[in-house]
């Protein structure tokens, strides 16, 4: 038996992250897409987070989803230590709700890209999904599963709301 490693990294500034970027991995669970799950801070662990971005590729990730709230720097750190595709989830703090994360993290020099997505959970529930989309592009089982997602989501939205006759 081949040991794969899985493709995504889905990384976060603290624990306290981890119950809005659990909708990332949740939804990479739905589409039976391996992760692995790290807390990597960019101002409380530097050296993790170099350690990390500079043998993500190494490692075998292939894109990394990565969660930060307040003066955000992680997804835009690990972006410039890798050319791997990195998403950025802001998330809320209970000072600015988010827009402080949201403007670190989308405000990336010419160069040093990050695909930053909404903040919150629908942001980190995007991140798992366009990480599969990424993902999927090499991956035809993956694309159908994708698609499959997609239009379950889609067939689940009635026509009209349900308390009106
Ligand atoms: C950021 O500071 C983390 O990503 C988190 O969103 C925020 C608060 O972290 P804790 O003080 O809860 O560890 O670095």
Redesign the pocket.
């Known amino acids: 038996m081949t040991n794969v490693p899985p493709p995504v990294a889905i990384i ?6 981890w119950p809005v970027m659990r909708a990332a991995a949740a939804v990479l669970d739905e589409l039976g897409v391996p992760y692995d799950a790290r807390v990597i ?3 409380r662990t530097p050296e993790r987070l170099y350690s990390f971005a500079k043998s993500a590729r190494g490692e075998g990730f292939k894109v990394i989803v990565a ?6 720097h ?1 997804p835009g750190m690990t972006a410039a230590l890798t050319t791997l595709p990195v998403l950025g989830v802001p ?1 809320a ?1 209970t000072a600015l709700k988010g827009q402080d ?1 949201l403007l670190s993290i989308v405000q990336m020099p010419a160069g040093v890209p990050v695909g930053t997505l909404a903040i919150g959970e629908p942001g980190a529930t995007n991140a798992g999904l366009l990480a599969a989309s990424i993902l999927a592009l090499g991956d035809a089982a993956l694309a159908a599963r994708v698609e499959a997602w997609r239009a379950n989501r889609s067939a689940k939205v009635a026509d009209k709301p349900n308390d009106v006759p």
């Open positions: 976060m500034g603290s624990q306290s992250d801070s960019a101002h969660g930060a709230g307040g003066a955000a992680l998330i703090t994360s």
